[in-house]
């Protein structure tokens, strides 16, 4: 069955980076696309943009064009999140998706001096 | 970006009961290749979203057949013929029609 596992939770202080990982099983990673989607503390769903699993070209969405890096390792079947120089309002839950069928886990990322 | 209007922001209902959230969009969602990307997806506390609907109307594997969806062009519904306690939560439409794609700003479905 097909499956996004994400890594772990993280804290991180405000300046420093972080990459969150997205593994997918069950299923051939270059067929799909994988997007990422942001959710703050109690808000809703914000879409961040996608990376094209055959060419690794990313897409951002307006609000994730500085800072956000989507990268692949593609013989792992993994796509990454790379947020550099973390703000307070990154403190969120981030999700990868295939489609919006098959969601990872989510992983919270906490941003706190 | 389109801009997609959920109301109500919140719902309560008892189980049984047949409850309806309406999904506006700022601009058509009529595809040119004739197809209307319009989903909705349940958030339950302390989960992933999860796809119940897909292009308006076209029930996801595996979920119960209470949940319908219907609409054209900008206005939407999702329905939930018999409310039972597994169906609360945060529900979101979500659109893919136009790029970037946008949710909705969820309805929270309570037990009343």
């Known amino acids: 069955q097909i499956q996004l596992v994400q890594s772990g939770p993280e804290l991180k202080k405000p300046g420093e980076s972080l990459k969150i990982s997205c593994k997918a099983s069950?299923?051939?990673?270059?067929?799909?696309?994988m997007q990422w989607v942001k959710q703050a503390p109690g808000k809703g769903l914000q879409y961040m943009g996608w990376i094209n699993t055959q060419t690794g070209k990313p897409t951002y969405a307006d609000d994730f064009k500085e800072r956000f890096v989507f990268s692949l390792e593609t013989s792992a079947s993994t796509a990454y999140l790379q947020i550099n120089n973390l703000k307070n309002e990154d403190t969120a839950t981030y999700f990868c998706?295939?489609?919006?069928?098959?969601w990872g886990q989510g992983t919270l990322v906490t941003v706190s001096s | 970006d389109v801009v997609l209007t959920q109301t109500p922001p919140t719902l309560s209902a008892t189980i049984g009961q047949s409850v309806s959230i309406s999904c506006r969009s700022s601009?058509?969602?009529?595809?040119?290749?004739?197809?209307?990307?319009l989903h909705w997806l349940l958030q339950r506390p302390g989960q992933s979203p999860q796809l119940l609907i897909y292009?308006?109307?076209r029930l996801e594997s595996g979920v119960p057949n209470r949940f319908s969806g219907s609409g054209s062009g900008t206005d939407f519904t999702l329905k939930i013929s018999g409310v039972e306690a597994e169906d609360l939560g945060v529900y979101y439409c979500?659109?893919?029609?136009?790029?970037?794609?946008?949710f909705g700003g969820g309805t929270k479905l309570e037990l009343k």
């Open positions: 979500v659109q893919g029609t136009h790029a970037p794609p946008t």
């Open positions: 601009q058509s969602l009529l595809h040119s290749n004739g197809n209307t990307y």
């Open positions: 292009s308006v109307s």
């Open positions: 069950g299923y051939t990673f270059t067929d799909y696309a």
């Open positions: 998706a295939m489609g919006f069928a098959y």
